[in-house]
């Protein structure tokens, strides 16, 4: 029992360059989320999918798009990566039903855009 | 605007103390919530969870939770070293609501 899973782990992209981020959850999870981490500015909400086949925005989604492929796996993509999307990329789940909304994150992809 | 506030820190306490660990947030109609433990250069690992008012204890950990304030709190007894973290404070607001909001953690050092 993997939990949630994160690839790559680490990232140097050019300004320009696309990428695409992979998550996926092996706990039967109902929602997925993309956080980004940056110093004191805490973990901030990219986007998030209720249940498979619904995604929403959160607090910060300019320049991402996110994709929930199945129940297992919710994939974040940068189109066009730029200086200010260098940061640390979580995936988190939660189940979210029956009042169960703890989310578990994943181990996080490290990503430098130059 | 939903705020969750944490001290930055950091809080330095010797080993063996007590460590308290505060968090307040604005949106009173907040339902759920949550600690979480941050090593450097890893993810949050969750600690805690608390829905009711009052204390819900596990092993060293205390959670309490006070709604009229609002305010949620986390004890450490014993602290130790490998207790040195950085500590986030997670919230969910609203029932139909899937976000968490969090603040942005205490850092918390255990002097041996």
Redesign the interface.
């Known amino acids: 029992n993997a939990g949630v899973t994160q690839t790559p782990k680490f990232q140097v992209l050019k300004t320009g360059q696309s990428m695409t981020l992979q998550c996926a959850q092996d706990m039967n999870h109902n929602?997925m989320?993309w956080y980004r981490q940056d110093p004191?500015?805490?973990?901030r909400?990219i986007y998030?999918s209720?249940s498979e086949g619904t995604t929403d925005k959160?607090e910060v989604p300019n320049g991402y798009n996110v994709s929930r492929l199945n129940k297992r796996e919710f994939s974040l993509r940068l189109e066009s990566a730029a200086p200010s999307q260098t940061s640390v990329y979580?995936c988190a789940s939660?189940e979210?039903t029956g009042?169960a909304?703890?989310?578990?994150?994943?181990?996080?992809t490290r990503l430098t855009v130059t | 605007q939903k705020e969750v506030e944490q001290n930055s820190g950091p809080l330095s306490v010797p080993e063996g103390a007590i460590a308290s660990l505060n968090c307040t947030y604005s949106d009173r109609g907040s339902q759920?919530f949550?600690w979480y433990r941050q090593y450097s250069g890893?993810?949050?690992?969750?600690i805690m969870?608390i829905?009711s008012n009052g204390d819900k204890e596990d092993g060293r950990f205390t959670a309490q939770l006070n709604k009229a304030s609002q305010y949620v709190s986390l004890l450490i007894r014993d602290s130790q070293p490998s207790d040195s973290a950085t500590y986030?404070c997670?919230v969910?607001s609203w029932a139909g609501s899937?976000?968490?909001t969090?603040?942005?953690?205490t850092k918390l050092s255990v002097i041996p």
Do not use: H, N, T, V
């Open positions: 929602s989320y004191g500015m805490g973990l909400l998030y209720a959160g979580f939660s979210s009042g909304y703890e989310q578990y994150f994943g181990p996080g | 759920s949550f890893k993810s949050p690992e969750l969870s829905y986030l997670a969910k899937y976000q968490l969090f603040g942005k953690g």
